[in-house]
């Protein structure tokens, strides 16, 4: 098969590769779409230890189940295979599984290729009106559905009365504001500081949208609810200001693991920080649903792209002149 290899820092190959093997119980998925994920970016700059070269990236994928379990399926897939017997999994909470397994770590390869080998239980069967593009929306998404599930159980108040405030306006970001929306939230700011984005964010729902600099010009302590979809020492010192007293902070993003944080004042004025690390697999599937029935609004804003292309993407996410908050390939 062909597939796009991460071969080093700043490499991407366009080469054959070997299909992969299907263990018992897996499907072979022919891939469809794959989104670009902020993790990957990490990877291809050489800095996620969990993500060595040479290795297909690539975990936002839907596509047709070729082989195994439901041949000729079309699904969005959970890339998040994990070992159903743990307190974590038994509990629903596989995500915090201590063998979890995803897509584009090994052992499992990617989805930046024509085919992926997956557990049969993690794909969701997606209706004939859905497109692939628009449906491997469903992992980015889901990890803001989870977010703001877990912030609104946190908070004091109702997510319809809340101030609600994402910062970072990629798909994890917008992905947070559209499930803020889909779930009850009204008073929702989208802080993003790539000028490029604003146009897509604008459209994509009835969002503030605003600049880091406006945010930080407001009075601290504003917002009920603060949802970190970018993750660098910057994004969380915003965090930590823009939360007010027991006003509550999900950090979503990954993009650095230094500081930021304003613990004294977190400590001071009782706000809640909660860590939110993908999605449980209920997650996944009540965010699929709310794609197929239209929840998440026209999701039009991925721009599409060949995946034989994806390294001249990957660079031109990276110089910052990628508009759209994602990114989606097609093999």
């Avoid at 990490?42 to 994928?61: F, M, N, Q, S, T």
């Amino acid at each position: 098969m062909k597939a796009l290899v991460y071969t080093a820092p700043e490499s991407l190959v366009w080469r054959d590769e070997p299909a992969p093997s299907l263990p018992s119980g897996e499907c072979l998925v022919r891939v469809e779409a794959v989104g670009i994920c902020g993790s990957d970016m990490h990877a291809y700059l050489g800095h996620d230890e969990r993500r060595p070269a040479p290795l297909i990236l690539g975990h936002e994928a839907s596509g047709v189940v070729v082989d195994g379990p439901g041949a000729g399926r079309r699904v969005t897939v959970n890339p998040l295979a994990t070992c159903g017997k743990c307190r974590a999994c038994k509990t629903g909470r596989n995500n915090l599984c201590a063998k979890r397994q995803i897509l584009s770590m090994a052992p499992r390869q990617g989805a930046f290729a024509e085919y992926i080998a997956i557990p049969a239980e993690n794909l969701v069967d997606m209706p004939d009106h859905v497109s692939f593009e628009k449906a491997c929306l469903a992992e980015p998404l889901a990890c803001g559905w989870h977010a703001v599930r877990l912030g609104a159980r946190a908070g004091d108040v109702p997510l319809q009365a809340a101030r609600c405030l994402v910062i970072g306006g990629g798909a994890i970001g917008l992905g947070a504001a559209l499930a803020l929306r889909a779930i009850g939230a009204v008073d929702i700011t989208i802080s993003e500081a790539n000028q490029r984005r604003l146009p897509a964010l604008k459209s994509a729902g009835d969002f503030i949208v605003a600049t880091p600099d406006e945010i930080t010009a407001e009075d601290p302590g504003g917002y009920d609810l603060v949802i970190d979809g970018v993750g660098f020492a910057a994004t969380r010192a915003a965090a930590s200001r823009a939360a007010r007293p027991g006003g509550v902070i999900v950090h979503i993003g990954l993009g650095d693991a230094s500081s930021g944080l304003d613990i004294r004042r977190l400590t001071l004025q009782e706000i809640t920080f909660i860590g939110a690390y993908t999605y449980s697999p209920q997650d996944f599937r009540d965010t699929a649903a709310a794609i197929f029935d239209g929840r998440l609004g026209s999701l039009d804003w991925a721009e599409q792209r060949p995946l034989e292309d994806g390294a001249r993407a990957f660079a031109d996410i990276l110089a910052g002149r990628a508009a759209a908050p994602k990114i989606v390939l097609r093999p």
